[in-house]
DNA sequence: GTCTATAACCGGATAGAC
DNA sequence: GTCTATCCGGTTATAGAC
């Protein structure tokens, strides 16, 4: 199972040449001959490393995932604030997909899918969605302040549910600089603030358990073993 | 603009042989080439009339959508209780659409591509979007209770938002007789219920305004013009 | 195991003749 | 309005070279 070093190189700079292409010219016309040229490869080849064009979306995926963690980087470490990690981590990660905002909406398509593996919700992405899921832990441990232990449980997963939305949402937005999808992500954290604050509060124990049962639920059916 | 009735009988032979080979086969094997050949046109002739094979779907959409309004037919002049009412409205969506399951997953394909006709967000949906609106609009306005009115005036919005959130998990939903996507829905309306109830209170007035203040940016980017 | 080259299949979409 | 012919790109197959 041990790679050679030029089968590496091979598969990288195919990888190489499909990222770009969707930059250049979206998903649609970054067609798989185009990429077995620009990679310097024949078309067979490509489909020997990569077994379809979603293949290859699925490395995206992992890539701006990547991007997003390096993105944040230790920065977490400086700040205490629930709302000033959540922002933080939110930020990087629409700057993090910004240079990819041509071709996501195509991307989506096969996301969507169920029967697909590019689907977020899919089996084959568990590890991709632990991992996405995993900053949002980091960023409910490290924060200060009042919010309640049942809360701080599910809240991580919650926060990536939330920010699959705003991806959503990004993917639509048209606006130039996608200043939509900036003030929507900042109005929304503000919001998730006071909510989860309001949901804090003794008096709203009853509530609380409703939605955190609720969101129990609806986690068990994609993913059968909770983190 | 006037159709002669040869070409209305034509498109009309078209759009059944798809929808049958859509049930029979599902959307993939349901082939252009099918349609057409079990329609009894050539292929191009399915193409005069159907821009693409996204748009016979759209066909499928407005029927589902007149199914669940008949489904719920006049029964929501019996109830007065908010909760009871939503959940009537609900209730209808999952038994009207299940017997489209199976392809359900494939059509939705297309309707997350922000480029395609179908995704429900775009302009083109903007009829049936807000026709499917409207029905909960009457939940709204038919209910009896306290329900701050800037809330009034958003909720209907808020709840299709939703309805099309249950009718994603729905579409995920393997589970012999979507149990899961039927538990999920009664538990996120009773949730809502109480959510609207505490949002209600005068107290809550600053978070209020923050959710709804977000909402309508949400809103805004897809529908310029609010009804 | 890695890679090339080439041809072919299939289905969505289009062009242009009748 | 309807057809036939054709294009185009994802995907597969094949046969062989290093």
Redesign the interface.
Known sequence: MKQRPKAVATKAKILEAALDLFRERGYEAATMRAIAERAGVALGNAYYYFGSKEHLIQAFYDRTHVEHVAAVGTKLDDLKDFKARLLLVMRAKLESIEPYHRFA??L?????????PL?P?SAESQPVRQEATEIFRKVVAGSRGRIAPELRAELPNLLWLYHMGIVL?W???T?KGRR?TW??ME??V??IV??VG?ASLPL?G??RR??L??VR??R???QESAA
Chains 1, 2 share one sequence.
């Not at 989506?108 to 697909?116: G, I, L, V």
């Open positions: 909406g195509l989506f398509r096969s996301a969507a899918d169920p029967a697909s689907n919700f949402f993917i639509h937005d606006s939509r003030r929507l109005r929304s503000d919001l006071k909510l309001v709203m009853p509530v409703a939605a049962g609720m639920e609806l068990g059916s994609t």
